[in-house]
């Protein structure tokens, strides 16, 4: 079992940022892609940006390519996703997940159904 918990939410200005931390603790070892997640009301969930074990790689969805940034730190096993140039369009609430399986090509690292563990969440509020 992992478990993840997400912290660093808020309400920003359009043109703001933020930064979300995802705080990973039980059989870490065993997570070999890791991603954030946002799902908006009434909006299906969307794949954010993922990244693999070592870190090396990473993955993001066209609509924040160049703006958000996932990276993580094995030493205390937390992910963060860097929010840059938020828009109001980004507003949702954001969830971090880890799976077994490796990350593979882009469409796969972002798909949500493929991953087993899921934090709480962490809400995005960005005002125009």
């Known amino acids: 079992q992992v478990q993840l918990v997400e912290s660093g939410g808020g309400s920003v200005q359009a043109g703001g940022s933020l930064r979300l931390s995802c705080a990973a603790s039980?059989?870490?070892?065993?997570?070999?892609?890791m991603g954030w997640f946002r799902q908006a009301p009434g909006k299906a969930r969307e794949g954010v940006a993922a990244i693999t074990s070592d870190g090396r790689t990473s993955y993001y969805a066209d609509s924040v390519q160049g703006r958000f940034t996932i990276s993580k730190v094995s030493a205390n096993n937390t992910l963060y996703l860097h929010l840059n140039s938020l828009k109001p369009e980004d507003t949702a609430m954001y969830y971090c997940?880890?799976?077994?399986?490796?990350?593979?090509?882009?469409?796969?690292?972002?798909?949500?159904?493929?991953?087993?563990?899921w934090g709480q969440g962490t809400q995005v509020t960005v005002s125009s």
């Open positions: 997940a880890a799976r077994t399986a490796t990350c593979g090509r882009t469409w796969y690292a972002l798909a949500g159904g493929t991953y087993n563990y």
């Open positions: 039980g059989y870490t070892y065993s997570s070999n892609c």
